[in-house]
């Protein structure tokens, strides 16, 4: 499989810290380029100038484009400084995001494995700081449900296989974890890869942070339903993978 197009950097001012969400975020995203550009590369606590040069340098190469996700805001003044001293194209495919460290690098990393253009990457960064829209009230929520309506509108008689009639679904969660991370990001790797919009009990099945929230432990009921030219293919997918039990039954 040949690289995501976009990889991720994390500056941090601490190397350990740095390498942590790296690790974490690699394991959702196993075919995304991510670098960690922790500490002042002296063993302290601080920023490099030239750590983050070189991860960007990395980064940026064969064209590829860049998210940089940072802890505190003396790193952002660090990358930023970077930035000015880049050729002009390669400065062009970098963008630093305003964007929680650890929730960020998961969900940029997962939609990135995912083959999204940097555009939907910087925004999967951004979004996983907005909270969750089934825990954000009633206004956030409509968005999600948005893709049904149109059912309701076409004249005539509707069936299963006209794209704006949702395709449902139950399955009941069989791994003793529940949808923790890893499973979170297969699935919403996976729905990524349809021509579909997926909801999983209200959320975005293509979001790992909103699988992740959901919270779904053993022998819970999930209900998957999808609308889209390749509504039923997604939810046949989804509902195999969760019946497998991720490796873990």
Do not use: C, K
């Not at 040949?2 to 975020?25: D, F, N």
């Not at 923790?180 to 996976?190: E, G, I, K, S």
């Not at 959901?214 to 969760?242: C, H, I, K, M, Y």
């Amino acid at each position: 499989m040949s690289p995501a197009p976009v990889a991720l950097v994390l500056v941090s001012h601490s190397a350990t810290l740095a390498e942590g969400v790296r690790e974490l975020a690699a394991q959702m995203a196993p075919d995304v380029l991510i670098l960690a550009a922790g500490g002042d590369g002296a063993g302290g606590l601080g920023t490099s100038f030239d750590l983050v040069e070189e991860a960007l340098g990395e980064a940026t190469a064969d064209g590829r484009s860049a998210v940089v996700l940072t802890d505190l805001g003396s790193a952002v003044l660090t990358t930023e400084s970077v930035l000015e001293f880049l050729d002009e194209d390669v400065a062009a495919r970098v963008h630093l995001a305003d964007a929680p460290f650890v929730e960020a690098a998961v969900a940029a990393g997962v939609t990135a494995a995912g083959g999204a253009p940097v555009g939907e990457v910087l925004g999967a960064a951004v979004a996983a700081g907005a909270g969750f829209p089934h825990a954000a009230g009633p206004g956030a929520v409509a968005p999600a449900e948005a893709p049904a309506a149109p059912a309701a509108a076409v004249p005539g008689p509707q069936h299963a296989g006209d794209s704006a009639v949702p395709i449902t679904a139950h399955v009941v969660v069989r791994n003793p974890m529940g949808l923790h991370a890893r499973p979170a990001a297969v699935l919403a790797r996976m729905m990524a890869g349809f021509d579909a919009s997926v909801q999983v009990d209200g959320v975005n099945g293509a979001s790992v942070l909103e699988l992740m929230q959901l919270a779904a432990t053993q022998g819970r009921t999930l209900e998957v339903s999808a609308t889209g030219p390749q509504a039923r293919v997604a939810v046949d997918a989804f509902v195999g993978a969760v019946e497998e039990g991720f490796g873990e039954v």
